[in-house]
Structure formats: structure tokens, C-alpha cells
């Protein structure tokens, strides 16, 4: 970790490490955060805390298998087809009986 930093000279505790980090960057990191980030037990949300601790400020987002790109929420689901006439939208009914189609289903 010292390497990734930049930190050179022994540092022996999370309070150090927070301290150096803290002087040489500007933005205050405590040995809370230290220690989780070692631990593995989470990342700060902080961009600048992100920044002063050498990690990436966005974060990968995962790329929708079925789509191929990165939706902002949920993947929409696919507009399922209707079994049978009453599965239909009401608005697209009205249009088949004002049209005089029959309902075919695929």
C-alpha cells in the first residue's frame, strides 16, 4: 500500500498512515477509513477521500448482458407478448375492433 501512496519512511500504525495522507494530500482521512480500506471491509464514497487514497473516483458500472450497455437503474424488461385477446392493451383493442381486424396471435 505504501508504494500505491507514495509514502516513503516506516509507518507503523492506521494513525500514521491517516496523518501522512492527510499532510501530503490536504483532505482529512482518518484510521477509520484507513483501517477498512485494508481490511477490506469498504471504500470512502468521498471523491476527494477516493482521490487522496489513490482509488478510482467512478466506480465500473456493469453492462447489461441482454442490451449491451449500462442502463441508469434497472434493466427495462422486454415487452412480453399477449397470449390471448384480454392479455391485449385496452387502446390496442379499441383499434382492433374500430378496424374490424381479427386478433391473430403469433
Known sequence: MSERLGLNGTILTYQDVADVLTAKTGVRVTRATVWRI????????????????????????VVCPTH????????????????????????????????RREYAPD
Not at 441508469?72 to 374500430?98: E, Y
Request: proline share 12%; charged share 25%; glycine share 8%.
Open 38 to 61: 485494508v481490511n477490506g471491509k469498504g471504500e470512502p464514497e468521498n471523491k476527494s477521500q477516493r482521490r487522496a487514497l489513490g482509488l478510482p473516483v467512478t466506480a465500473p458500472a
Open 68 to 99: 449491451g450497455v449500462v442502463h441508469p437503474g434497472r434493466c427495462p424488461r422486454l415487452a412480453r407478448k399477449p397470449k390471448s385477446l384480454f392479455d391485449l392493451p385496452t387502446a390496442a383493442l379499441a383499434w382492433m375492433i374500430r378496424n
